[in-house]
């Protein structure tokens, strides 16, 4: 009798696990023999019907099946991939990226990339190492790919580990390329690199440039946090023989404040001779970088927590002087902690007052954040900013005393994941539908 009940036991519990394989996986189309109607019944007098349901939904919504039947339902026209009219009567053109560009930094959108130019040549670089070239981007049909040795210092075993490891900016310095990217320093310990190579549009071998000594723990950290999209790796040429590096806090938020830590701050890399220096600290992740060599200062971007992305001065006059300039992060912040804890509050207070600190003002902070992302000048006195959660990009003039004046916002209707400024013409990475973007300015 009692291997009987032991029988028709195990009986229900296989056809109960059949039943939910059919319903869940016929999703993927591994049991299509069941009609909709059908699976709904099951679902509805069988089984738990509201526990079946939030666990469906939470099943399906990273799939992109379930949000393509959510677009289904949202009543949205569908926009077609066409020149878009700007609302400040600019035109954006599109260079739809058809192969190559898979995936994204951010996990819910097509792609990232980086783009530069070099000797009138368009280069582009994804976020997972594929590399490429025109020699004229606005006219051409294909992008032709560079072989190389990315792999060898990042490559599938990294990017499987999270998301947010990735190649974080592309540099052409001279005659060189340059790449920053999260590192592996030791196992599960992490910090941002650099590798660079001789312009070759065949083939590019790249060689270690600069690595951190120190590396943050995915767990055994301090504050028992780790986001590897607090990076930073924004590079810049500041002059023949220097580069510039930003690291971001990877959530240590301790280490923008430390002076021995290259976390949380900017640095200067010497080309020849592999040396750096920090110029600036008190920086949480920075995502943009500009030198106006004609007014002699950096413009810096940077992503704040719960609001308060900023956009920075740096006085090249006080770098020249050995000052390193302190922008207040983690003890000073227009933003606000994600998760409030009195510990945190006690050890990162986020004071909305830089100066009263003694720290230097941003001369703008954006509350709510807009996912500020890179720089650059457009004139005399104008320059753009992108943005990837506000999906736009950001127009402003800086005044002879260096405030910001005619703020205009000009949707774009997508993530701007990196811009260049280039012989009249702006151009953006759109990463949700991964392509290249060009508005020409006046």
């Given at each position: 009798?009692?291997?009987?009940?032991?029988?028709?036991?195990?009986?229900?519990?296989?056809?109960?696990?059949?039943?939910?394989?059919?319903?869940?996986?016929?999703?993927?189309?591994?049991?299509?023999f069941l009609s909709y109607d059908h699976k709904q019944t099951l679902k509805k007098y069988i089984f738990p019907y509201q526990l079946i349901d939030k666990y469906e939904k939470l099943i399906l919504e990273n799939n992109p099946v379930y949000r393509e039947v959510e677009y289904k339902n949202n009543n949205k026209n569908i926009r077609i991939l066409r020149d878009l009219e700007l609302s400040?009567?600019?035109?954006?053109?599109?260079?739809?990226?058809?192969?190559?560009?898979?995936?994204?930094?951010?996990?819910?959108?097509?792609?990232?990339?980086?783009?530069?130019?070099?000797?009138?040549?368009?280069?582009?670089?994804?976020?997972?190492?594929?590399?490429?070239?025109?020699?004229?981007?606005?006219?051409?049909?294909?992008?032709?790919?560079?072989?190389?040795?990315?792999?060898?210092?990042?490559?599938?075993?990294?990017?499987?580990?999270?998301?947010?490891?990735?190649?974080?900016?592309?540099?052409?310095?001279?005659?060189?390329?340059?790449?920053?990217?999260?590192?592996?320093?030791?196992?599960?310990?992490?910090?941002?690199?650099?590798?660079?190579?001789?312009?070759?549009?065949?083939?590019?071998?790249?060689?270690?440039?600069?690595?951190?000594?120190?590396?943050?723990?995915?767990?055994?950290?301090?504050?028992?946090?780790?986001?590897?999209?607090?990076?930073?790796?924004?590079?810049?040429?500041?002059?023949?023989?220097?580069?510039?590096?930003?690291?971001?806090?990877?959530?240590?938020?301790?280490?923008?404040?430390?002076?021995?830590?290259?976390?949380?701050?900017?640095?200067?890399?010497?080309?020849?001779?592999?040396?750096?220096?920090?110029?600036?600290?008190?920086?949480?992740?920075?995502?943009?970088?500009?030198?106006?060599k004609e007014r002699n200062f950096i413009l810096e971007t940077e992503h704040g927590p719960h609001g308060g992305d900023e956009i920075n001065l740096l006085s090249m006059e006080q770098i020249n002087n050995n000052i390193i300039l302190n922008y207040g992060w983690a003890i000073a912040s227009a933003g606000e902690h994600y998760v409030l804890t009195e510990e945190k509050v006690k050890k990162?207070?986020?004071?909305?007052?830089?100066?009263?600190?003694?720290?230097?003002?941003?001369?703008?902070?954006?509350?709510?954040?807009?996912?500020?992302?890179?720089?650059?000048?457009?004139?005399?006195?104008?320059?753009?900013?992108?943005?990837?959660?506000?999906?736009?990009?950001?127009?402003?003039?800086?005044?002879?005393?260096?405030?910001?004046?005619?703020?205009?916002?000009?949707?774009?209707?997508?993530?701007?994941?990196?811009?260049?400024?280039?012989?009249?013409?702006?151009?953006?990475?759109?990463?949700?539908?991964?392509?290249?973007?060009?508005?020409?300015?006046?």
């Amino acid at each position: 009798m009692k291997n009987k009940k032991k029988i028709l036991l195990f009986i229900f519990f296989v056809t109960t696990t059949l039943f939910i394989l059919i319903i869940y996986k016929g999703v993927n189309n591994q049991f299509s023999f069941l009609s909709y109607d059908h699976k709904q019944t099951l679902k509805k007098y069988i089984f738990p019907y509201q526990l079946i349901d939030k666990y469906e939904k939470l099943i399906l919504e990273n799939n992109p099946v379930y949000r393509e039947v959510e677009y289904k339902n949202n009543n949205k026209n569908i926009r077609i991939l066409r020149d878009l009219e700007l609302s400040n009567k600019k035109t954006l053109k599109y260079l739809p990226l058809m192969d190559g560009f898979y995936s994204g930094i951010h996990d819910k959108h097509t792609s990232s990339g980086y783009i530069d130019f070099y000797n009138d040549e368009f280069f582009i670089l994804s976020s997972r190492g594929t590399l490429a070239y025109s020699k004229n981007i606005n006219n051409s049909n294909f992008l032709k790919l560079i072989k190389n040795n990315i792999y060898d210092f990042i490559g599938i075993e990294h990017f499987s580990k999270n998301v947010w490891f990735s190649i974080k900016d592309l540099l052409i310095h001279k005659n060189k390329i340059f790449i920053s990217y999260t590192e592996e320093i030791e196992e599960y310990c992490w910090n941002t690199s650099v590798i660079y190579g001789e312009i070759n549009n065949e083939n590019i071998v790249f060689k270690k440039l600069f690595s951190p000594k120190e590396c943050i723990h995915t767990k055994n950290n301090p504050d028992k946090e780790f986001n590897a999209h607090q990076s930073g790796g924004r590079l810049l040429s500041l002059d023949d023989n220097h580069i510039l590096l930003t690291i971001g806090d990877y959530r240590s938020r301790f280490l923008a404040q430390d002076f021995n830590s290259v976390n949380g701050k900017i640095i200067k890399i010497n080309i020849n001779d592999f040396d750096y220096k920090i110029i600036s600290m008190g920086h949480r992740n920075p995502q943009g970088l500009y030198y106006d060599k004609e007014r002699n200062f950096i413009l810096e971007t940077e992503h704040g927590p719960h609001g308060g992305d900023e956009i920075n001065l740096l006085s090249m006059e006080q770098i020249n002087n050995n000052i390193i300039l302190n922008y207040g992060w983690a003890i000073a912040s227009a933003g606000e902690h994600y998760v409030l804890t009195e510990e945190k509050v006690k050890k990162y207070p986020l004071y909305k007052s830089h100066k009263k600190y003694g720290f230097i003002e941003p001369l703008k902070s954006f509350v709510p954040s807009i996912g500020i992302s890179e720089i650059t000048k457009i004139g005399p006195d104008n320059y753009v900013v992108g943005s990837m959660k506000d999906k736009s990009i950001y127009f402003f003039e800086l005044d002879k005393k260096k405030k910001i004046i005619n703020l205009e916002r000009v949707e774009v209707f997508e993530r701007v994941r990196d811009l260049t400024f280039y012989k009249n013409k702006l151009y953006l990475f759109l990463e949700n539908s991964s392509s290249i973007g060009v508005i020409k300015l006046n």
